[in-house]
């Protein structure tokens, strides 16, 4: 049988009930006497190690970017990382650097029938010395994904697996960072279902990606320029007992009809009400709201809908370093029509400032501008993140 080259940057993966074993030379092991059959044999796996990869086409940095013009966009990068788990065993081997590319999965995966999986979003920073790249918190990023694949019956990687798979995957592709304050190398860990399973029933094998893409700011208006939103008055992102407080990837398809929507109309992204009493503000479709009154910054809880954000997490912190009074509780629309200040937080969205919301055909104004919370707490929290500030805090992790 036939293997295919690495070259073509397929990497066929699944769980046949057997210990899975690497393709050597031209043969195909099966992890037991007397092989396999046709089908438990085509979904082996060969990933190659990364000194055993040719490099030469790695020589220039980030290719033809143009660094000033950077969206939040894939740009295919080098190398990404892959690690398996079957189930019946819950820990996940040792993981290996292979070659970005495209993946194979049997049509009966678990994450293709069930939408058993799982993603997380991180960023890494060039050093603005040049001695190395910056992490932000990534052991939250490894614990948030812990916590959902809980919820979705999945093993996870453990801490420490989870931060050496994004450092090996930054390393990898360090040509890919942007320069310094021209964005960063956003990274991607995914937890799939990739083993074969017919009947509703968690998947026998799992695979944890992690793939790597430079990026700029996530809206088109720019770094902390000002948006506009449309609170959603028709769909609802999550409800109570769902999966809206963990990151599953079966969360986001179903906000694209309304964020369509109102992108049409000239919305940036949508604002959510909650399900039940259709008048207490959630989060955006991919990230969590704050507003401000006075000497109060209010965000709402994480009570099971809304997924606790890691920015978030940091802003609050910040907040309260600065004297603010910061209270995560229920928001309702009167408390942000009404507010002095409204922005988001993310890690792809950074803390972009609200400029209006639009409710019921009306549109509210809120402050902007550089004297305004969001833009102290962005130069802050930015300052960190790229080793341009003192981490009193311990959240950055270097790579050297």
């Keep these: ?36 059959s046709l ?14 990869v040719d490099r030469s086409d790695e020589e220039n940095t980030g290719g033809d970017i143009d660094w000033d013009n950077l969206g939040f966009g894939l740009t295919p ?21 292979s070659r970005y590319g495209n993946v194979e999965l049997s049509p009966s995966s678990g994450v ?14 060039r050093r603005a010395d040049g001695a190395g790249y910056m992490l932000f918190r990534p052991e939250e990023n490894a614990r948030r994904m812990q916590a959902g694949a809980e919820r979705m019956c999945m093993p996870a990687p453990s801490v420490e697996q989870f931060v ?51 990026v700029g700011t996530y809206f088109k208006e720019g770094i ?28 986001y398809a179903p906000v694209l009809k309304a964020q369509m929507d109102a992108k049409s109309k000239g919305f940036a992204d949508v604002l959510y009400l909650d399900s039940v009493h259709k008048r207490y503000v959630e989060e955006a479709s991919s990230c969590n709201l704050f507003v401000l009154k006075g000497g109060t910054l209010a965000t709402p809880a994480t009570a099971g809908t809304i997924l606790p954000g890691i920015t978030r997490r940091s802003i609050i912190e910040l907040a309260r370093d600065r004297g603010y009074r910061v209270e995560e509780r229920l928001v309702s629309i009167d408390d942000l029509v009404g507010a002095d200040e409204v922005f988001c937080t993310g890690t792809a969205v950074g803390v972009t400032p609200v400029s209006t919301v639009t409710y019921k055909g ?37 790579i050297d």
């Design 1 to 36: 049988m036939a293997v295919q080259s690495s070259a073509r940057r397929v990497l066929p993966w699944a769980w046949n009930g057997q210990a899975l074993a690497r393709v050597s030379g031209g043969a195909l092991g099966t992890g037991r006497s007397g092989g396999g």
């Design 39 to 52: 089908l438990q044999s085509r979904w082996q796996s060969s990933l190659p190690q990364l000194g055993r």
């Design 77 to 97: 990068t080098d190398y990404m990382y892959v690690m398996r788990c079957p189930q019946a065993s819950g820990v996940f081997a040792r993981g290996e650097l």
């Design 112 to 125: 293709l029938n069930y939408g058993q999986g799982l993603f997380e979003g991180l960023k890494a920073y």
């Design 164 to 214: 050496h798979a994004v450092k090996q995957t930054v390393l990898a592709n360090t040509r890919w960072v942007p320069p310094q304050g021209k964005g960063a190398l956003y990274i991607r860990p995914l937890l799939i279902g990739s083993g074969a399973i017919l009947g509703l029933a968690p998947a026998p094998e799992y695979t944890f990606v992690i793939y790597a893409s430079p």
């Design 224 to 251: 902390m320029s000002a948006i506009h939103l449309l609170v959603e008055e028709e769909f609802h992102r999550a409800m109570p007992g769902g999966t809206g407080g963990v990151k599953t990837i079966t969360n």
């Design 362 to 398: 009306t549109r509210y104004e809120f402050r902007t501008g550089e004297d305004t919370l969001s833009r102290k707490l962005y130069d802050t929290l930015t300052s960190i993140q790229m080793g341009l500030a003192e981490d009193k805090k311990g959240w950055t992790v270097a």
